[in-house]
């Protein structure tokens, strides 16, 4: 029973460089959302997908793209890393609705050079 | 601008002890707030879950508190054992935002024998 799983778990890219961060959940969950975290800033929403098929900007989207791909996959992807995207990023997933709570990945660590 | 505050000095307690950690919100009608534990390396774990309807709720050690007059919870461990020691972030969502969460820094609590 794995829930969310993000890979890589770590990653050095070099500044104009792309990558893709890659979420999957296992608990048939409907929603799915991206976060990064950063000292003194706490978690912030970069964007989510309240179901499959669409897909909604958070509070710090600029820079990033995602893909829902299927029910069960979200991607992260940043076109062109710049270095103030250095951060721990974490995919999340929860049943659609106001009350739900959220399950989280253990991350992606990423550091741009 | 919306703001969530929560301790920012690690809290350290004795073990046996209650712990009392705070978070207060600014500028904002939150219908629901959640709490999760987070371990260093690995992602959020949700706790419990309060609406702004209810006063109070416990499961197990823990008791959470939400007191929308004075825009504030508290989330209390009762009995406290070493292996509670992990950061403990709060995360505000309205109605109708599928989940969205707005997440407060955390404070990192350190349980000692």
């Known amino acids: 029973n794995a829930g969310v799983t993000q890979t890589p778990k770590f990653q050095v890219l070099k500044t104009g460089q792309s990558m893709t961060l890659q979420c999957a959940q296992d608990?048939?969950?409907?929603?799915m959302y991206w976060y990064r975290q950063d000292p003194g800033m706490g978690l912030r929403l970069i964007y989510y997908?309240?179901?499959?098929?669409?897909?909604d900007k958070g509070e710090v989207p600029n820079g990033y793209n995602v893909s829902r791909l299927n029910k069960r996959e979200f991607s992260l992807r940043l076109e062109s890393a710049a270095p103030s995207q250095t951060s721990v990023y974490f995919c999340a997933s929860s049943e659609w609705g106001d009350v739900q709570p959220q399950h989280f990945g253990d991350g992606t660590r990423l550091s741009i050079l | 601008s919306q703001k969530i505050e929560q301790n920012s000095e690690a809290l350290n307690i004795q073990e046996g002890k209650t712990a009392t950690l705070t978070c207060n919100y600014t500028n904002y009608s939150p219908a629901y707030l959640q709490w999760y534990r987070q371990d260093p390396g690995r992602g959020p774990v949700f706790l419990l879950l309060?609406?702004?309807?209810?006063k109070e709720k416990r499961k197990e050690r823990l008791k959470v508190t939400f007191d929308t007059t004075l825009k504030q919870s508290l989330f209390h461990i009762t009995a406290s054992q070493p292996a509670d020691s992990a950061t403990y972030l709060c995360a505000l969502s309205h109605t109708g935002t599928a989940s969205k969460l707005t997440f407060g820094t955390g404070t990192r609590l350190q349980v000692t024998l």
């Open positions: 608990m048939n969950h409907n929603s």
């Open positions: 309060i609406r702004e309807n209810e």
């Open positions: 997908s309240a179901s499959e098929g669409t897909t």
